[in-house]
């Protein structure tokens, strides 16, 4: 997998998760909305991460250790 796919992968997934965020919002799940939203900004530091460094983002879910590494 090159390092734009990468990129790509994360971006995606992301995206799929922002369409789950909407259905769980008009449901009314409020609690799995900011899960979902947690899991949507983790996605998207690991795309930042794998663009900017060129490689595989850390199998980490901790948003702030995420940020820092990809340069936020």
């Not at 790509?8 to 899960?35: C, H, M, P, Q």
Request: net charge negative; glycine share 6%; aromatic share 16%.
């Amino acid at each position: 997998m090159t390092n734009e796919e990468k990129v790509n992968y994360w971006i995606e997934l992301s995206d799929e998760d922002v369409k789950t965020a909407d259905v769980l919002f008009a449901g009314g799940r409020f609690l799995f909305v900011g899960f979902t939203c947690h899991l949507i900004i983790e996605k998207i530091f690991k795309a930042c991460y794998a663009k900017l460094k060129e490689e595989t983002p850390p199998y980490k879910h901790k948003l702030d250790y995420l940020a820092q590494q990809s340069g936020f």
